[in-house]
């Protein structure tokens, strides 16, 4: 109960029933006066309070006035006056307490009590209902609770005088009193602080207020209305189910309903359906048998033909090989062991000969003759071999001889052979397979002969050639079957000669294409090319300077069989067309961007999100970092080589490690890569687990430390390329002993210079199965460490010694006794060598087919003169330029286009 409510039941308890008992004697006295205005009660809550009569009673009674109706009476006091209304109320409730024990009076005065009882109550109703319509229809209720919740609020002083002066402030006023119309608005409380029990009286005290109705009716509600509906909800779900299990099962119903109907009629119509296709198959059963046995009477009539004939074919060929036979059976010389092989074995041993040898077997005898001639070994000519000495005499003479057998012919580099000779093999129908590159002589017309009389032609191989634009549209018209072209270095064609070549209705069935330094090719040629050769896998486009990313982008957007792909030395391409190459070829598996310094390593993320490369060579892009190695890393690359990129360091090779490509690499190739040191080759071990191949060729930060862990982890390598690593020593020996490998065929460890005699001398024991061995630049070799690698050298059949400064005669005599299978030796730069040792040397060494050496050396020039006229299947180089030396690295790329050449 807040302060304003307490201070209200306070002055109502003090003084405002001593005023309302000084009026009960009016009350009492002018109930009957008052009764006259019952009409109108229904009204009396809504009216204000207009009788000025009244207010002055009031005021009186407040101010201690006496009004003309008290002066009839003038009682005591009104103290006195409320005391005899109560004694008298009292009385009644005494006498209502005693009607329990009206059993114990006389009958007399029983009767007399019950009907005092009765007048009495019936005389307060009279009264209450009296007092109660006066007070409702002058509003006195609400006229006591707005001066009482003015006196509680305002809390003045003197509450007599506060109370007069708003009973004054009423005299007159007609409009509705308020609770709360003598409060200022900020004094204003939220509520009314008045109980309802302290204006109404104590006839009203069981009156429930409009509150206390409301309280009821919700509490009611919840409390008869909650069961109700939860019982409601119950039923509505019991009703929900049933309504559902009567749906199911009035479907239920039209379904068996409608399946009856079904059966009733469909299935007379559909047990006549089956009889009528049972006679169908039948009746078609009966006609194929028919047709089946006229045709096997057919089909067996022409085969006993046939196998008649085959049987007289068989006969008289069986007849004509006896005849050979027998024929080569006498041409056999006693003692002769080959002439003694069967006629079959000894034409495949003449398989494995050269041209050149083939035909020296011509001239042996007439039984080599017979065998030299046979069909079956020209199959497949090797021209190349001649080189120089084939012309057209050599060639008319094969295609005249052996013109049904041919299907593959080689004449690479024979620029002895004119436009005749070419145009003879358009006389060999069958051919499938031709080499013509580097014959700067093959013209147009020569061509045209070709690919008109060689329908069949699947390789072709036009590199280096002196053809135009005319040639294209020869293949275009000409070439159905053609798979394989290559047209690298023809310089003369041009936009035009593709646009040709998209017109013709062959060489659609094209797979492999290679227009290498062919510098008058454009994107227009490209876009061309691609949209005629849809099924190309292969292209390589090396040396382009002219294609933007426009015409890359084009020919891979046409080409989705694409698989290799090289762009070496194409300056003008950027990052867009890696993207263009991440985007459209899916299926990509072989990759060469050489030589670029506009790819950067976000060319490189666009490779990686779709296709799955398996090699990828990078050499000489400036612009490459390490963040490159971590994009490649993740395609499961098996050939993997980065050369002359100086911006790779340590952190590039740990990222190498750490991606797919550890798991499947067989080739790697780290070539020049200067700021990469033994941490960073450390960290790769763990991608050299397959490894067959390793270059490190030209590091130079690198030594023997970061060898012996690399080595442990290559357990199939057989190829280790050390070349220029100045910083490799003799630690290198103890590293192959460790790894235990001795699969090693080929090593170079030219320009290592800190290698001695102690690394030589143990070499053939941890590499038993040697091949190749360059040691180039070794210059602290000498000819003590010689003595013991020429024990376990035998298989050793390519030598390089070349500059080694130290190495005498004696060398040379320790690897004539030793290398009996050696091929190619290289002594340039070796100036104590005599013409005794290279006189000896080449007399032990059979099968020596090359050496080089220094004219500064003291070899002299008539010594060599007389060597190569002794020896001319020995290539001598004797002069003071350095040669080149073929190092017959048995490692090339797929974009190598000697595999022509296979």
Avoid at 2 to 9: G, I, V
Avoid at 27 to 55: C, F, K
Avoid at 432 to 451: F, I
Avoid at 827 to 851: D, R, V
């Amino acid at each position: 109960m807040s302060e304003e409510e307490r201070y209200a039941h306070q002055l109502v308890e003090g003084v405002v029933l001593e005023a309302l008992a000084s009026f009960a004697p009016k009350y009492r006295n002018g109930g009957a006066m008052l009764n006259t205005n019952d009409n109108n009660d229904t009204e009396r809550r809504r009216e204000s309070v207009s009788s000025e009569e009244t207010l002055k009673n009031a005021i009186n009674l407040l101010g201690g006035e006496e009004s003309e109706s008290q002066s009839l009476e003038k009682p005591s006091t009104p103290r006195r006056r409320a005391s005899l209304f109560h004694l008298e109320y009292n009385e009644v409730k005494r006498l209502r307490r005693s009607s329990c024990k009206l059993h114990l009076l006389p009958q007399a005065k029983v009767q007399d009590m019950k009907r005092f009882i009765i007048q009495s109550e019936e005389m307060r109703k009279a009264k209450d209902s009296s007092m109660k319509r006066y007070m409702d229809k002058h509003n006195l209720p609400g006229i006591f609770e707005a001066l009482m919740t003015s006196a509680a609020i305002m809390q003045p002083e003197d509450h007599r005088r506060h109370i007069l002066s708003l009973l004054y402030k009423l005299q007159g006023f007609q409009g509705l009193v308020t609770w709360n119309m003598f409060i200022p608005e900020d004094k204003c409380p939220p509520r009314r602080i008045l109980p309802y029990w302290m204006l109404r009286g104590e006839e009203d005290d069981n009156t429930p207020t409009p509150e206390m109705y409301h309280v009821a009716r919700v509490y009611n509600s919840r409390r008869v209305l909650g069961p109700v509906f939860k019982e409601w909800m119950n039923w509505y779900r019991r009703r929900q189910v049933l309504k559902k299990r009567l749906f199911e099962r009035l479907e239920m119903a039209l379904q068996h309903y409608q399946h009856s109907i079904v059966r009733k009629y469909f299935k007379p119509l559909v047990e006549r359906r089956r009889i009528n296709m049972e006679r169908r198959a039948m009746v078609l059963r009966q006609m194929q048998n028919a047709r089946t046995a006229n045709l096997l009477q057919i089909v067996f009539s022409a085969w006993k033909k046939y196998t008649e004939h085959a049987r007289l074919a068989s006969l008289y060929f069986e007849e004509i090989s006896r005849a050979q036979a027998k024929d080569h059976d006498l041409l056999a010389q006693e003692g002769d062991n080959f002439t003694a092989l069967p006629f079959h074995l000894r034409v495949k041993i003449f398989t494995y000969l050269g041209l050149l040898d083939r035909m020296e077997c011509l001239r042996v005898c007439r039984t080599w003759r017979e065998v030299a001639q046979s069909p079956v070994l020209w199959n497949s000519v090797f021209f190349t071999e001649m080189r120089n000495k084939c012309q057209d005499a050599a060639i008319s003479y094969v295609v005249m001889k052996y013109q049904p057998f041919l299907c593959k012919v080689n004449l690479r580099g024979c620029y002895r052979v004119t436009n005749y000779g070419f145009s003879l093999l358009g006389q060999c129908s069958n051919l499938q397979d031709l080499n013509l590159s580097e014959c700067a002589v093959l013209r147009d017309a020569a061509l045209k002969v070709v690919v008109e009389g060689c329908p069949s032609l699947m390789y072709l191989n036009l590199s280096s050639c002196g053809i135009t634009d005319l040639s294209l549209k020869y293949l275009s018209q000409n070439c159905d079957n053609l798979c394989y072209l290559s047209l690298a270095c023809c310089e003369n064609i041009t936009p035009l000669g593709c646009g040709f070549f998209a017109e013709g209705t062959g060489c659609d069935q094209l797979t492999w294409l290679d227009l290498s330094s062919c510098p008058r090719v454009d994107d227009e040629g490209l876009k061309l090319i691609g949209a005629k050769c849809g099924l190309l896998s292969t292209v390589l486009l090396n040396d382009l300077v002219q294609i933007s990313d426009e015409g890359l982008i084009s020919i891979c957007s046409i080409c989705p069989f694409l698989d290799t792909l090289s762009i070496r030395r194409c300056t003008s391409l950027t990052n867009v067309a890696l993207e263009g190459l991440g985007k459209y070829c899916s299926k990509l598996k072989h990759l060469e961007l050489s030589e670029n310094k506009h790819f950067t390593t976000d060319g490189f993320r666009a490779l990686s999100s779709k296709m799955k490369l398996k090699t990828l060579v990078v050499e000489d892009c400036a612009r490459v970092r390490d963040g490159v190695m971590q994009c490649i890393c993740k395609h499961p690359l098996e050939y993997l080589s980065i050369e002359r990129c100086g911006g790779i360091t340590d952190s590039g090779m740990k990222q190498l490690a750490q991606g797919r490509a550890r798991d499947h690499l067989q080739f790697l190739r780290l070539s020049h890569l200067t700021k990469v040191t033994d941490t960073g080759m450390r960290s790769i071990q763990r991608a050299c687990g397959n490894l067959y191949h390793l270059d490190l060729s030209g590091c130079v930060s690198i030594t023997d430390l970061c060898l012996e862990p690399i080595l442990c982890s290559c357990e199939r390598l057989t190829t280790l390329n050390l070349n220029g690593c100045a910083g490799v020593g003799d630690g290198l020996l103890k590293a192959l002993k460790m790894s235990h490998i001795f699969s090693i065929t080929w090593l170079d460890l030219s320009g290592c210079v800190e290698l001695t005699d102690l690394t030589l001398e143990g070499i053939t024991q941890v590499c038993p199965h040697l091949v190749h061995l360059s040691l180039t630049g070794c210059v602290g070799i000498t000819d003590k460490g010689f003595k013991e690698f020429s024990i376990g050298c035998g298989n050793l059949q390519w030598l390089s010694l070349a500059y080694c400064e130290q190495l005498t005669d004696q060398c040379l005599s320790f690897i004539a006794a030793a290398c009996r299978n050696l091929s190619t030796l290289h002594l340039f730069g070796i100036t104590s060598i005599s013409n005794a040792s290279i006189e000896k040397l080449l007399a032990h060494i059979a099968g020596l087919k090359t050496i080089s050496l220094i004219s500064s050396s003291k070899v002299t020039h008539g010594m060599v003169v007389r060597l190569r006229e002794r020896n001319q299947k020995v290539k001598i180089h004797y002069d003071m330029e350095e040669p080149e030396f073929e190092t017959g690295l048995p490692l090339r790329t797929v974009y190598d286009p000697e595999l022509f050449d296979e």
